[in-house]
């Protein structure tokens, strides 16, 4: 009985989620560093799901521009308090729910910061990604009378249109000792899904989850001359499949989780950008427009999705768009100078969203609406005389 009333419980919860829409965007500002000097911030204020940004026309004049998102992280939340409102969402994974959450935002805004944590990882600094799995394995352990869950990853990159895996001990082979990774090559045999020839590898506990993360950051970083060169300039997927087994009526339920990093959102510089910079900044540009397009027409609830116009839309194809769930967390950095790109990057994610417009807009929408029901009500009246 108490599982029956957990299962509605459940039910319920999904509902209310699926009633809240498929899209959810959060905004998170990134603190000043340490050691940077203590200038101005580009954010004037944060009220509930509204971010005020400070602009300087050309000739110097001041104004201000309002975003609305589903929710607004300033500088001074915590990695725990980011995850808390991510949280229903990954557990809704071992339920059979496909979830995509993608971390967006200029090089040094913060996107690792939030999906792995910094170089030093402490309890407190320990990014989404790590923290989802752990819940995952809380939550499985918990619903074991009831369901027996399968939890694997897979890790892939996508840099200039090419998919690479991050799980093989290939790459570790060449540049790092092979011992401390002996332990995943037994694990490493299963072949992935949404990456067939990508390794799919069972994790049972959160040190697995650890070693396996290193391994494809340091994997990641094999032929680049610097990692955090290479990795503002591809995309990483962790991608955790989860499989359970109703233990009494034997039915089965999948579900999948995509964990994605973006590259950096930045324009190239033009008088940089040649050769190999250009060629990276062209795929970066045409995926990260494929992906605001994808999201963009299923938050208009569009007939066709361009799935098929990048590699990271091709991958995540399954999971976005119908039953799946996805959330963008979108980054920007505080300083002055970085506003031209935390401008591009809101109104990038204002055109994902499907958040209705605030305050700051309430008067536009307000007369679009009005004018829709003027319209409706004297298309009826005509109707009415017809008849
Ligand atoms: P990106 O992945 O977008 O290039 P990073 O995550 O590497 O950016 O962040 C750049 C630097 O800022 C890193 O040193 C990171 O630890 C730090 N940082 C980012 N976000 C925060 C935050 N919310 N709190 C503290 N430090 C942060
Ligand atoms: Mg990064």
Known sequence: NYQKV???????????????????????????????????????????????????????????????????????????????DTQPLIRSVLDGYNVCIFAYGQTGSGKTHTMTGPSELTKETLGVNYRALSDLF??????????????SVQMVEIYNEQVRDLLTPDGVNKKYPFRNYSFLCSLISQKGFNVPDANLVPVTSTSDVLNLMDLGHKNRAVGATAMNERSSRSHSCLTVHVQGRNMTSCTILRGSLHLVDLAGSERADKSEALGDRLKEATHINKSLSALGDVISSLAQKNSHVPYRNSKLTQLLQDSLGGQAKTLMFVHISPELNAVGETLSTLKF???????????ARANKEGSDVRELREQISSLKAALARKE
Request: charged share 25%; aromatic share 8%; hydrophobic share 30%.
């Open 6 to 84: 957990l299962e509605e419980n459940r039910k319920l919860y999904n509902q209310v989620q699926d009633l809240k829409g498929n899209i959810r965007v959060y905004c998170r500002v990134r603190p000043f560093l340490p050691g940077q000097p203590n200038s101005l911030s580009t954010v004037d204020h944060i009220d509930d799901g509204n971010i005020t940004i400070t602009t300087t026309s050309k000739h110097g004049k001041e104004g201000k521009k309002s975003f609305t998102f589903n929710k607004i992280f300033g500088p001074s939340v915590t990695q725990a308090e980011v995850f808390a």
């Open 138 to 151: 809380i939550i499985s352990e918990q619903r074991q009378d009831v369901i027996s869950y399968d939890i």
């Open 349 to 359: 994610a204002e055109r994902v969203s499907t958040v209705e417009l605030g305050s």
